[in-house]
């Protein structure tokens, strides 16, 4: 009877156990008691725990033995720099197979998890995050302190060559698997401007290449580093873009903000400088990121890896409405813009991603607000047909924040019939918005002096969408500004 596809999987993949039971007796003079298989990563490494009467070890076995040296090397090199790293305690790497330090099974993204109540970190996680990036200088700081980089794999730098590979594995396992259109040989050349922009920044730094919550552990409160083979010298920005943006993590904006702020006063470095090649470095490690989940999710039909994507998408969104590169990519903009106002893309697994609605009130003598840099979509709403209270001496240096204009509008039977409209429109677009998984949706109320009117009735939604949904509320009077009255 012939084998079934996972039996005949099961019985090609490499079986290492009984070679790691024999470098364990080997190295600690007698057999392990137990021998567990651990959950496999995105990579063909083979991971287990063997036990003895008084040790724990991770045993690995590597099929790729040029990314075994390049983890054992720089192992070697950060344990003598006192960096927290697995201590290496036998190799065999004809086999393909060592035996390293067990630091324990709680990663900073379970530890990120527990007791998380929405989009805030709980203080311990956070503290754990900081701790985490008090390090990332000195990892970085290898390549001026001895770090042999002729181990490096595939490449020594992340150079044009690595940006190039990154790049068209999101083109070919992202957009073409997804189904995202876009004219290859504009979007080819909006790489090689990109690339050209990404390779301005300083590279004189050891590029960890996938520092991300999943390879940071927990031990004692503490942070340790494992998965650091790919490294290379690079850029520093690229790394903490990796932390900052890991997808299923969900740091909010604010929270990112503040972590980006104390890497920067670890570091040393010069926030100007910095910021402007940051967020380019953050939009390829995103790219990066989904060409891995295209590759392992629509290629080869692990369809868990696809549970990341919305996380990606609502990144990508929020980077199209919040930041603006120096460099012009007119053919990966559209792309990116694609990506965002897919609802395809956002239906994987599970994920509810939240919805942010930007409520704002402005004048109509000082034109309408824009969204360039958002999907477009939303309201406008022309509240100049209200009784205006900045016709009445007693309200004219008032705001509609004031108690005696919001008295004096609650009273208007037209404003409460008009508010009733809103509210009707808006819910329909809100519980629609929710149910697409979409995370942005813009509100505006206009009147003519963008005081009085449009700020009473940009308050009202704001505080209905608030407690009714449980959305998040970003509320803006443009005219006026945004501290409390």
Known sequence: MPLKNKEKEAALKPQPEAPLRSLYKKTFGREPEAFEPLKADGSARQLYRLRGESRSVIGAFGPDKLENRAFLEFSRHFRAEKLPVPEIYAEDQPQGIYLEEDLGSTTLFEFLGAGRKGAELPAPALAAYKKTLDWLPRFQAQVGRGLDLKFCYPRAGFDRQSIMWDLNYFKYYFLKLAKIPFNEQKLEDDFVRFTDFLLEASADYFLYRDFQSRNIMLRGGEPWFIDYQGGRRGAPH???????????????????????????????????????????????????????????????????????????????????????????????????????????????GETKLGLTVRVSSFSFKNGLPLDEKGHGGGFVFDCRALPNPGRYEAYAQLTGRDKPVIDFLKKEPEVGKFLDGVFALTD???????????????????????????????????????QKYGARVELAHREIGDAPK
Request: charged fraction near 25%; aromatic fraction near 14%; hydrophobic fraction near 40%.
């Open 428 to 466: 329909q677009s809100v519980e629609n918005y929710l149910s697409r998984n979409f995370t942005s949706l813009m509100v505006n109320f206009g009147c003519t002096g963008g005081r009085h009117r449009s700020v009473y009735c940009a308050e009202a939604l704001a505080a209905r969408v608030k």
């Open 238 to 348: 690229y790394d903490l873009a990796s932390l900052l943006y890991d997808a299923k993590a969900d740091l909010s904006p604010e929270t990112r903000s503040e972590l980006r702020k104390h890497y920067l006063a670890a570091s040393g470095l010069d926030q100007k400088t910095f910021m402007r090649h940051y967020h380019a470095f953050v939009y390829i490690r995103i790219m990066q990121a989904m060409g891995a989940y295209g590759l392992r999710g629509f290629y080869e039909r692990k369809t868990h890896f696809l549970n990341s994507v919305p996380y990606a998408v609502r990144n990508i969104e929020w980077l199209l409405r919040n930041t603006e590169l120096e460099v012009k990519l007119p053919e990966l903009t559209a792309a990116f813009k694609r990506i965002a106002a897919s609802s395809y893309l956002r239906q994987f």
